[in-house]
C-alpha cells in the first residue's frame, strides 16, 4: 500500500497485532496501513516479529496406557506497525477504527507516545 513520509521521525504510536493465522494477520496489517494512509499519518511497513510456539503433551487414555501420548503445538504469530508525526487525536481516531473492525482471532496492543513543550 502507499506510505506518507515522515518528516520528523518522531514515534507516536506502536501497534502489536497477535494471532495464529499469519496470513490473516498481513491481511489486517495492509489494512491497518491503508486506513493509516487515508487519515495522512506516516506509517512504516510491517515488521514481523518473533513467532511464539507453545508446545504440549497429553495423555491419550488414562490409567493403563500412559505411553501412549499425543503432542500439540500452538505458534503465535505477532506483527508491528509504527506510526510516526501524527496528532494524539488522529492516532485515538485510527486506533478506534481499527478495533471496531478487527477480525475474530486478532489481539491488537497499542503503545502510544504524546510529547508536550516544557
Not at 486506513?35 to 513467532?51: K, Q, S
Not at 505458534?75 to 473492525?101: C, E, F, G, S
Request: positive net charge.
Amino acid at each position: 500500500p502507499k506510505r506518507i513520509a515522515s518528516k520528523y521521525d518522531i514515534p507516536v504510536c506502536n501497534l502489536q497485532m497477535r494471532g495464529y493465522l499469519p496470513q490473516q494477520l498481513d491481511f489486517y496489517a495492509d489494512f491497518a496501513q491503508r486506513a493509516a494512509y487515508h487519515l495522512g499519518m506516516p506509517c512504516t511497513g510491517t515488521i514481523r516479529l518473533p513467532t511464539q510456539t507453545s508446545r504440549w503433551t497429553v495423555i491419550r487414555s488414562p490409567f493403563v496406557h500412559k505411553k501412549s501420548q499425543e503432542n500439540f503445538e500452538r505458534k503465535t504469530h505477532k506483527r508491528l506497525l509504527q506510526i510516526k508525526d501524527a496528532h494524539p487525536d488522529v492516532v485515538q481516531r485510527w486506533l478506534q477504527y481499527l478495533t471496531m473492525n478487527a477480525p475474530a482471532g486478532i489481539g491488537l496492543r497499542a503503545t502510544t507516545w504524546e510529547f508536550e513543550q516544557l
